[in-house]
């Protein structure tokens, strides 16, 4: 498993052996509850689950403490956004492109802030055009409004993860960088960045 850590042994995004893509997203709403975190959840999806369908149905019955977007894709191209939170049932949408929010009633001062809505509509109108290259997709993730430089007010895009489970592979890009790492080989590397 390839995966971006946190709190030492929880996943925020990964991919594992069997090419299964799980990432995710604050749903932008204040509501918590009984559950687990979603890091460990995801990390359990990566290390126990093959395909989307599994991992649909361990986000199904484990509960998540808040509320988050998990987006799914497996090596054969079944991939989905589900919504989970501790206060109403997991939904399951059938959708290619999540953002930090969910359905009402939305977080309007975390909406503002994060302008979520109009990245996710950013991203929408991106990939209903035909003519774009998945290299200029990337690239647009590295532009306003996909990429934000809001670190002092605590958010800001730190990389941009492109995953590959056809070849096994990850590419992690940031301005001006780019380090691709496979499941076939892994190439142990330190990398230095700065976010201003």
């Known amino acids: 498993m390839i995966a971006s850590s946190d709190c030492l042994w929880g996943a925020l ?3 594992n052996g069997a090419g299964l893509v799980a990432a995710l997203s604050f749903g932008g709403r204040k509501v918590k509850g009984r559950g687990f975190g979603i890091p460990l959840i995801l990390r359990y999806i990566l290390e126990f689950c093959s395909t989307t369908p599994e991992a649909v149905k361990v986000l199904m019955r484990v509960p998540s403490h808040m509320a988050y977007n998990v987006t799914l894709l497996d090596r054969e191209s079944r991939y989905a956004v ?9 939904r399951v949408l059938r959708r290619r492109v ?6 009402a009633p939305l977080w309007q001062a975390y ?9 996710e509509d950013h991203l929408r109108a991106l990939l209903r055009q035909r003519s774009l290259t998945p290299e200029a997709l990337v690239a647009n993730f590295l532009v306003p409004p996909l990429f934000t430089r809001e670190y002092e007010r ?10 590959l489970p056809a070849e096994d ?8 960088g780019v380090h691709g790492q496979s499941l076939r080989h892994l ?3 330190q990398i230095e960045g700065r976010y201003t």
């Open 169 to 176: 592979r990850v590419e992690y890009h940031w301005p001006g």
């Open 82 to 90: 589900i919504e989970v939170a501790p206060d109403r049932p997991t």
């Open 111 to 119: 909406q503002r802030f994060s302008r979520s809505e109009e990245r």
């Open 187 to 189: 190439d142990e590397k």
């Open 13 to 15: 995004d990964g991919m």
């Open 154 to 163: 605590g958010s800001g895009t730190l990389y941009t993860v492109v995953y």
């Open 98 to 103: 999540s953002a930090n929010h969910q359905n």
